[in-house]
């Protein structure tokens, strides 16, 4: 079975690998057939393993065969295993005392196709049972349902024991922190009681201690390392200063967040100031809430990402009704506010790339619309003949690359180099051109020769990387690629976004404040939380990590801005369904 595959990579070693403690960290959230499942940061937790000393593969939103790459590092060669530590979040399905994790591609599989479109967990067993002292499996997943046919049931299914195999199953926010605790040198038995809704399957060892702690706890903090580590952190930004970032980074070096805190720290000394983005301009806007501040924020980004909500609170605040806005594919192409010279740039550019969109007018009609959706196809996008942001910077990138009208250059090169069909000079052509007229070809060519196939992945993974980041558009997310790619063709962009972001954290944090929130509305809002089924923890007024994480799955599944701090939208939307108590939202109003 095509499962197998990653299996060949403990043959493929020249050379003995020395022991080494291992993690792997899959997140899957974007399924093409299923419900989005939210929960933990991925390159934060493996950020959270690498400190702690382990080599670590990650994955993020991964189809069936990136499943298997990612879970190579498992099986290569180690001739005296060390500590192994691996998080699966995504969607399960189970059948027979067997539980598969899908592909974020998989359909609707039946019993014969689910190990085409899954990686079972009885064999990621088999590759961490040898570990010492021992190895962790965490499954994360929630209630709702993955496609399938007759002979399978969703979910996580009952798994034969394993000896020196601790599986950890729960939601994913609470695996997330089950890890964090296990990576800072707890047991099973504290990973466990770090959230009230995980549980250890039978055969598990809760004195197990499978990794040895990092960072330097504070004085009188030793038997608390992430705790600490977590207050040190919100001090640190609660200074939000130079020395504050310095002070956090001589205490814990190699802490949880000591890269968030460098990154930090050098733009507050160089003292740089950074161009407003999209997101910046509407937080600005959102925190101001005047009228003003929303035109001017649709004055720099008529199409911009936060521009319905921009029209929306207009309305409202000139006491107008709103009409909702389209989510079609038609209605978020409209969002990008192409005006008739845009749509004349894009169909010469669809012409440049070898597409027949028609007259090149401005006009999107049949023929246009038909290029675009076959462009969408060779590029794996959904077929919508439509534009999302993202896809029109895209083929602006591609573009980039083709010197003259018809991409004479590019062609040229490629007869030179990759039409001759040998894996360098394949390699040569993608280095020069990887968004070509000719690179999905040339992948597609590397991909199908023996002995290439990494070489592949890891040009491709750049660029999906990349992609990842921008759909993601966190902080985190920028940090990955920076990490795995520091010279990468999107470096700078990704450095200049991920410390924008970095600072709007900082003033979603800010805004929260200036609400001035009184007990009693902090409450209702944990209630709303709680009516919701997002598990906010206890309705006490105080906004724990439980509460911040149900306030981002809130903000997700609304579409609003996904901070995990409180906004006035945010804050309207969570009380408009409530039964007015007056005013009672700032502390000393209504009294």
Request: net charge negative; hydrophobic share 40%; charged share 25%.
């Amino acid at each position: 079975m095509r499962y197998s595959l990653f299996l060949l990579a403990a043959l493929a070693g020249a050379a003995p690998a020395l022991a080494e403690n291992r993690a792997v960290v899959i997140g899957n959230a974007d399924y093409r057939t299923a419900p989005d499942l939210a929960g933990s940061d991925t390159p934060a937790l493996a950020e959270v393993m690498r400190v702690a000393g382990f080599v670590t593969a990650q994955g993020i939103d991964q189809p069936a065969d990136e499943l298997r790459r990612t879970l190579d590092l498992l099986a290569r060669r180690d001739d005296a295993p060390g500590a192994r530590i691996v998080a699966l979040n995504g969607r399960f399905l189970n059948r027979d005392g067997e539980t598969w994790l899908l592909g974020t591609d998989a359909g609707k599989p039946d019993a014969q196709e689910v190990g085409h479109q899954g990686v079972p967990l009885s064999l990621v067993m088999q590759l961490i049972a040898e570990a010492k002292p021992g190895a962790v499996l965490l499954l994360g997943t929630d209630q709702q349902e993955m496609p399938h046919r007759e002979g399978l049931e969703s979910g996580i299914g009952e798994l034969a024991e394993m000896s020196g195999v601790s599986v950890i199953v729960g939601p994913p926010e609470a695996t997330a922190r089950a890890l964090r605790e296990l990576a800072a040198g707890g047991t099973v038995s504290r990973a466990l009681s770090s959230a009230r809704n995980l549980r250890l399957l039978p055969g598990g060892e809760v004195d197990l201690v499978p990794a040895r702690r990092s960072g330097k706890p504070a004085p009188g903090d030793e038997t608390q390392p992430v705790e600490a580590d977590r207050q040190a952190w919100a001090d640190a930004a609660e200074g939000d200063s130079a020395e504050s970032y310095l002070a956090y980074l001589e205490t814990y070096p190699s802490g949880m967040f000591a890269g968030a805190a460098e990154t930090r720290r050098r733009v507050l000394q160089d003292g740089r100031s950074k161009a407003m983005s999209d997101r910046d301009a509407w937080s600005a806007a959102a925190a101001l809430d005047r009228t003003a501040g929303y035109r001017d924020y649709l004055s720099q980004f008529p199409g911009g990402q936060r521009s319905a909500d921009a029209l929306r609170r207009l309305a409202e605040l000139a006491g107008l009704a709103t009409k909702p806005i389209s989510r079609a594919p038609s209605g978020i192409e409209t969002m990008l506010g192409l005006d008739r010279a845009a749509r004349l740039g894009i169909q010469k550019n669809l012409s440049r790339l070898g597409y027949e969109p028609g007259e090149l007018d401005g006009i999107f009609g049949k023929r246009t619309r038909e290029a675009l959706a076959t462009w969408q196809e060779v590029n794996r996008l959904e077929p919508t003949g439509y534009l999302t942001s993202a896809q029109y910077d895209l083929l602006r990138r591609q573009i980039h690359f083709l010197d003259g009208k018809s991409g004479r250059r590019d062609d040229e090169y490629w007869q030179r180099t990759g039409a001759l069909g040998e894996t360098r000079q394949l390699l040569a052509y993608l280095r020069r051109y990887p968004e070509g007229r000719h690179a999905v070809e040339a992948q597609r060519v590397l991909a199908a020769m023996a002995g290439t196939q990494m070489a592949a992945a890891q040009l491709a993974g750049a660029d999906a990387t990349w992609r990842w980041a921008r759909r993601q558009d966190s902080a985190a997310a920028y940090r990955s690629y920076l990490e795995r790619f520091p010279d990468g063709s999107h470096a700078d962009e990704a450095r200049q976004r991920h410390d924008n972001l970095q600072a709007l954290t900082e003033a979603s944090r800010r805004e929260e404040e200036e609400l001035q929130l009184n007990a009693a509305t902090r409450q209702r809002i944990e209630s709303r939380l709680s009516e919701e089924g997002l598990d906010p923890g206890e309705i006490d007024g105080r906004f724990t990590d439980e509460t911040r994480d149900a306030l981002r799955r809130y903000q997700a599944a609304q579409n609003l801005r996904v901070t995990g701090y409180l906004s006035r939208q945010t804050v309207s939307r969570l009380l408009e369904t409530a039964a007015p108590q007056g005013n009672d939202i700032r502390q000393g109003e209504g009294r």
